[in-house]
């Protein structure tokens, strides 16, 4: 008895139903392209009509007095040094203090906490944190160090800055180290080396062009914070570098002669703003550089 096998050739193709579905296809695809050329050209004439009008009126203020003199009353010709170098000190030291915090919580998230309860309690905690106002920040701070203690301070501006930097670190550790492979550390495991070693000269050294790309890009954000250093170490028109009172800085010194009446105080405030937005640039480049090689 033979058994005979036909082919099966398949559902029969309608070629009008082939061809209603492609021309369907073709709208929805060219709908979407065209919304989103639509948005992305939105979104570039924004950006380039605020950078024009930054740049045309940042350099028409920019002279030497501006890098040279302090803060003056209106018409005395002032500039912005108090202003600058209050906000190097207070973002210098908060990247100093938020830094070797945000890499050793995410070293425990990404080496020591894989799975635990814990762990996703803490990153649950920083991404809170990563996406917080930044104004809760100055509020917590405020009621932390400048109501105790009586006044407001630099140390207190230090203090709220760091704090956003942190979760900004820890972020970047945790993915940096998560893309290491683990046949890597159980190599050096395996060598007798302790875990922690195998953590700072293999791990570390491994993600360090990430972890340093993470540091840039949490300090170009605290570089130009205005409303946590409004709660905190709230401003000075004078040369001041005691992180005890009250300490200048650029934001809120932009803040302050934006809304003024004076034209040589509005002038300041767009050299001021020319300033941070061309520091903010220079960071996310270095920081592109670092991640690139």
Known sequence: MSTTFQASSGPTKDAAVAAALGRSRKRSDLILRVLSYGATAIGLVLLASILVTLFAKGFGAMNLSVFTEVTRPPGSNGGLLNAMVGSLIQVGLATIIGTPIGMLVGTYLAEYARGSAFGNVVRFVSDILLSAPSILVGLFVYQLLVLPFGGFSGWAGVAA???IIIPVVVRTTEDMLALIPNTLREAVIGLGAPKWKMIVTVCWRAAISGIITGVLLGVARIAGETAPLLFTSLGNNAW?????????????TIYSYAGSPFQDWIELAWAGALIITLAVLILNILARSVLRK
């Open 240 to 252: 001041s570098t005691d992180l005890t009172a009250p300490m200048p800085s650029l934001p809120i």
């Open 161 to 163: 800055l760091a704090i």
